[in-house]
């Protein structure tokens, strides 16, 4: 359905451009009716229910959408995470006043230094986008919370990606630095400070605290050196789900959909959140390419990209390389499909896990959609986005 202009549905997030990274050849998407249920009647007559998604419908804005899922969905707390975000800068702007705190340069104004710059901005921008594509069914105070760990994970990445081993005391280590007590302690909660660790685990004592944990874990494993080299496409893939903090995004999910999973429940959803995870993996590496080829030439470090693995290990073109990753992405949502027909079909899978497997495509759809959308990866490239 056409999605109305934001003077009817202020709730709905302008967009302000559209990227297209493979201008030239984009694949064909399959039809897969297992996806419908990402369509809905949650707008009507211009009301959206409490915590419920809006439909965003690509095709029918003139957004390339070379994917399987019919539309993305969007959470309609938006204007809360901007004002999260642009919160969590502040606070960090004030922890950072030592020598040894690490922050990506450039987030406030010279001139006024607790004014955002044009990049402090565009940075509470690009994690709120993420966060309410990525995670549509959050409800206001879950969405807040989200958009602060996501724009935490794009910060440590600024500083860490070209050389991990040789960062510093990281935006992230000042968030974080209480936080291992607190996870290992199951029973008490820090009272006397309004951190991001006491939100979580308020928010949710069991799902938060294991969304806390995958967040540390991910921190400290960015800091080891990265392999130089991989037997083939599925041990890069493998670590790429690493280094894109598989974990944190898996435990997101729960978190955001209240999936409460056992253990044994937990091990029979692994092989649908690989697959989950080999989709974001893909889609983020043929959008974020370009940009990262620049910030390889111009700055070194590590190259670590799906598409630029293929391009180096097949010696084609990139143009190539990122229509065979396309490829490669709707043969996982083929793949992707199927499982979620089995898990609604048998009755061994709880109602958590088929919410969560839900969650989980709503998350690789709303990464097509962010990616699509995003300046971050556009760039010069990207161009400012008109409503067909």
Known sequence: MPV??????????????????????????????GFSFLK????????????????????????????????????????????SGQDLLWELYYLSSGDEKKLPQGLFTSSDPI?????????VENAVNA???????????????????????????????????????????MVLAEYPEVTQNRTTLPTNSPSLAAELINE??????????????????????????????????????????????WRCARFTSDARLSLAEEDTMRPFERLAMDHIILINDIYSFDKEKADFESKGGKFLNT???????????????????????????????QELIRLNESAQFSEDQLGYAHAL??????NVFYSATSARYGRKAAVPFKQH
């Open 4 to 33: 109305p202009d934001e003077s009817e549905m202020p709730w709905l997030k302008p967009i302000a451009c559209t990227y297209n990274p493979s201008p030239d050849s984009l694949p064909v998407r399959h039809e897969l009716p």
């Open 40 to 83: 809905s009647d949650s707008y009507k007559e211009g009301f959206v229910r409490a915590n419920a998604s809006i439909e965003i419908n690509p095709a029918s804005l003139g957004i390339p959408w070379p994917t399987s899922f019919p539309v993305a969905r969007q959470c309609p707390h938006w204007t809360t995470g901007i004002q």
């Open 115 to 123: 004014r955002l710059s044009k990049r402090g901005n565009a940075a």
């Open 131 to 173: 966060s309410i594509y990525m995670n549509p069914g959050a409800s206001r105070t879950k969405l807040a919370l989200i958009v602060r760990i996501y724009l935490l994970l794009w910060l440590l990445g600024d500083v860490v990606e070209v050389f991990p081993e040789r960062a510093g005391f990281t935006a992230m280590d």
């Open 204 to 249: 949710d004592p069991v799902l938060g605290r294991q969304f806390l944990k995958s967040i540390i874990d991910w921190s400290y494993e960015m800091r080891n050196k990265r392999p130089e080299t991989f037997s083939g496409l599925r041990e890069f893939l493998d670590y790429r789900s690493i280094d894109v903090a598989d974990d944190m995004l």
């Open 307 to 337: 598409v630029h693995f293929l391009e180096q290990t097949l010696s084609v073109r990139s143009e190539t390389a990122k229509s065979i990753a396309f490829h490669l992405a709707l043969e996982v949502e083929i793949t992707l499909e």
């Open 361 to 366: 495509l709503e998350m690789a759809a709303g």
